[in-house]
């Protein structure tokens, strides 16, 4: 599969990684955690902006005092404002977690944010939300309940629990499920989510409004820093860390909805199709994706360059995924 180009685009950090990538206002807004290494207590919040040819237009850094900033997540609100979202941990001097919450900031313009905001549940890492009409749905998992919940409402007003254990240990017998994405697509939800026990195969939910139940279809598959993009009505693009020989990489992938909905035998092989594998390896993946203008913009990080971890932008034609 070609693809146009791939950029570095974050290098500013000696750890630079966990990206999400959101189109606002004709230019593409990339956040990422900025730090000394992936556990340090120094997690701060990068946000790069770039034109749609991946020229770098601004930057800036987001950080609290004594607290590491994980794992960011951008979304456009219903009124057309960029929200931030981040999992905030708590250190003491030696980097011991105090506590843990979730976080958001607002911004009207991109270059300036508001305060911060908790929200969700203490101890529930929210991992990112997508909207629906005026609401945002969203995962959180706690590994100690090996769970996932479904939370709902806005960040910045009034953020619950809509559904309990959605995706658990106890209920469906898959151990530690966790990083997730979710695309609504005629108000059918489906779900992405990374597993990390016994077999550490992703798990593909689909669920119908209200979203209270679920049926989950074992993909077979590793699958780490999903991101999920709807292509059309028919067909759902697959982000993240992927096993290739003995390699991880981060791969992008397709999903034939219709085949979903005929697979009665389950036959996995036949669901998921692997297209290509971006310039990675080491430590990499955790992408975000954007579709603009028949265009896939794709944020990632890899140290394929120097045993660096660095952010980095790739852009290719959508056709090739259809």
Same mark, same amino acid.
């Given at each position: 599969?070609?693809?146009? *180009?791939?950029?570095?685009?974050?290098?500013?950090?000696?750890?630079?990684?966990?990206?999400?990538?959101?189109?606002?206002?004709? &230019?593409?807004?990339?956040?990422?955690?900025?730090?000394?290494?992936?556990?340090?207590?120094?997690?701060?919040?990068?946000?790069?902006?770039?034109?749609?040819?991946?020229? &770098?237009?601004?930057?800036?850094?987001?950080?609290?005092?004594?607290?590491?900033?994980?794992?960011?997540?951008?979304?456009? /609100?219903?009124?057309?404002?960029?929200?931030?979202?981040?999992?905030?941990?708590?250190?003491?001097?030696?980097?011991? /977690?105090?506590?843990?919450?979730?976080?958001?900031?607002?911004?009207?313009?991109?270059?300036?944010?508001?305060?911060?905001?908790?929200?969700?549940?203490?101890?529930?890492?929210?991992?990112?939300?997508?909207?629906?009409?005026?609401?945002?749905?969203?995962?959180?998992?706690?590994?100690?309940?090996?769970?996932?919940?479904?939370?709902?409402?806005?960040?910045?007003?009034?953020?619950?629990?809509?559904?309990?254990?959605?995706?658990?240990?106890?209920?469906?017998?898959?151990?530690?499920?966790?990083?997730?994405?979710?695309?609504?697509?005629?108000?059918?939800?489906?779900?992405?989510?990374?597993?990390?026990?016994?077999?550490?195969?992703?798990?593909?939910?689909?669920?119908?409004?209200?979203?209270?139940? *679920?049926?989950?279809?074992?993909?077979?598959?590793?699958?780490?820093?999903?991101?999920?993009?709807?292509?059309?009505?028919?067909?759902?693009?697959?982000?993240?860390?992927?096993?290739?020989?003995? &390699?991880?990489?981060?791969?992008?992938?397709?999903?034939?909805?219709?085949?979903?909905?005929?697979?009665?035998?389950?036959?996995?092989?036949?669901?998921?199709?692997?297209?290509?594998?971006?310039?990675?390896?080491?430590?990499?993946?955790?992408?975000?994706?954007?579709?603009?203008?028949?265009?896939?913009?794709?944020?990632?990080?890899?140290?394929?360059?120097?045993?660096? /971890?660095?952010?980095?932008?790739?852009?290719?034609?959508?056709?090739?995924?259809?």
């Amino acid at each position: 599969m070609h693809i146009n *180009w791939t950029k570095k685009i974050g290098d500013k950090g000696i750890h630079n990684a966990f990206t999400d990538l959101c189109e606002f206002k004709e &230019q593409l807004f990339c956040c990422y955690r900025e730090a000394k290494n992936h556990v340090s207590a120094d997690g701060s919040i990068r946000i790069v902006t770039s034109d749609l040819s991946g020229k &770098q237009i601004g930057s800036l850094k987001l950080s609290e005092p004594n607290t590491d900033l994980r794992d960011p997540k951008l979304s456009i /609100t219903p009124k057309g404002n960029l929200l931030l979202i981040a999992y905030a941990r708590l250190t003491d001097i030696n980097n011991k /977690t105090l506590s843990t919450r979730n976080l958001c900031w607002v911004s009207q313009t991109g270059k300036s944010w508001s305060s911060n905001t908790e929200f969700a549940d203490k101890g529930w890492w929210l991992w990112r939300v997508k909207w629906l009409n005026d609401m945002a749905y969203g995962f959180a998992y706690n590994r100690r309940a090996n769970a996932i919940n479904l939370y709902k409402g806005h960040p910045k007003r009034s953020f619950h629990l809509h559904q309990p254990s959605v995706l658990s240990l106890a209920k469906h017998n898959k151990g530690y499920p966790n990083e997730s994405d979710l695309v609504f697509i005629n108000n059918t939800a489906f779900a992405l989510v990374r597993r990390d026990a016994d077999t550490y195969s992703a798990q593909l939910g689909v669920s119908h409004f209200p979203y209270k139940k *679920w049926q989950w279809t074992d993909l077979k598959a590793y699958i780490g820093g999903p991101a999920m993009l709807k292509i059309n009505e028919n067909t759902l693009l697959i982000a993240g860390r992927v096993v290739q020989g003995k &390699q991880l990489v981060t791969g992008l992938l397709s999903l034939n909805i219709d085949t979903l909905k005929a697979n009665k035998l389950n036959v996995v092989s036949k669901l998921l199709k692997l297209h290509t594998i971006l310039p990675s390896s080491g430590d990499n993946s955790y992408p975000g994706l954007v579709l603009k203008n028949g265009s896939l913009y794709v944020s990632y990080y890899s140290s394929h360059e120097s045993n660096k /971890t660095n952010v980095y932008l790739s852009k290719l034609n959508v056709s090739q995924f259809l």
